[in-house]
């Protein structure tokens, strides 16, 4: 392994923690956390699946941070302002990492596993953009099961502006991928699996997440799976 390389990463990573903590961005434990899936990642599809962490993390903070103040007057701020913490990480960037593992410690399947890592990132970005911004810009709200008209900000509530927004933050992800491990149809695979895994997120709130069967963190994860399986059984079918 190139000790240059290696040292730039973790110089990175480093650095990144830092900001995280000191502007209130992450707890030190989940600067911690992300460090290390950060450095999985690296490993495991270079410094292209760096910038897919860095983007996502990018995006999903100004989404967050994006008019705070009216989201705090409509009920709809983060809880611990915003401050994410480790299990929010692992719930959102932990698949990523495994995915980063597989790819460094099996190369043969490397390949495969880089697409779903992007899938997952794809998936996370769609939901967070979709939530984060959609509450602000959504005109009408509707229960992802009924169709019928809710309310802002529970859980499987979608409108189709919070949808359109997730589809962008899934298409700036998939060319962040292209430009890294080229050009073709992993593109609009990557559309599709990050769309998935945004509806499975929402359908998932709208039922077990609403009924205390599971929580944020765990929806979530499965929100990342879903992308992960949806990219991956795309490229391994019509790849």
């Keep these: 392994m190139d000790f240059f390389r290696l040292s730039l990463v973790l110089l990175l990573l480093g ?17 911690g956390t992300g460090g290390a899936l950060g450095l999985l990642i690296y490993l495991g599809s270079g410094f292209a699946g760096l910038a897919l962490l860095a983007l996502f993390f990018g995006l999903g903070t100004a989404a967050s941070g994006w ?56 998936a996370a970005t769609a939901d ?31 409108s189709l502006e919070g949808t359109a927004l997730g589809l962008a933050g899934t298409a700036v992800l998939a060319a962040a991928y292209c430009l890294g491990f080229g ?37 979530n994860f499965l929100n990342t799976l879903t992308g992960a399986l949806v990219a991956g059984g795309l490229g391994y079918w019509l790849g």
């Excluded at 992993?186 to 945004?198: I, K, P």
């Design 183 to 219: 050009w073709g149809p992993a593109f609009g695979w990557l559309l599709v699996a990050g769309t998935a895994g945004n509806l499975a997120d929402s359908v998932l709130g709208a039922t077990l997440e609403r009924r205390g069967y599971l929580s944020n963190n765990a929806v």
């Design 67 to 122: 008019r705070v103040a009216d989201k705090r007057r409509l009920g709809l701020a983060e809880e611990n302002r915003g401050r994410r913490t480790a299990g929010q990480v692992v719930a959102n960037a932990g698949l990523a990492g495994l995915l980063g593992l597989l790819a460094w410690q099996f190369p043969p399947a490397a390949q495969l596993a880089q697409l779903m890592l992007a899938g997952s990132f794809a």
């Design 15 to 31: 650095l990144g923690m830092w900001y995280s903590v000191k502007a209130g961005k992450l707890t030190t434990a989940a600067a």
């Design 128 to 158: 967070t953009l979709a939530s984060e911004l959609g509450n602000l810009y959504g005109r009408r709200y509707y229960n992802i099961l009924t169709l019928k008209p809710d309310a802002r900000g529970l859980n499987g509530v979608v």
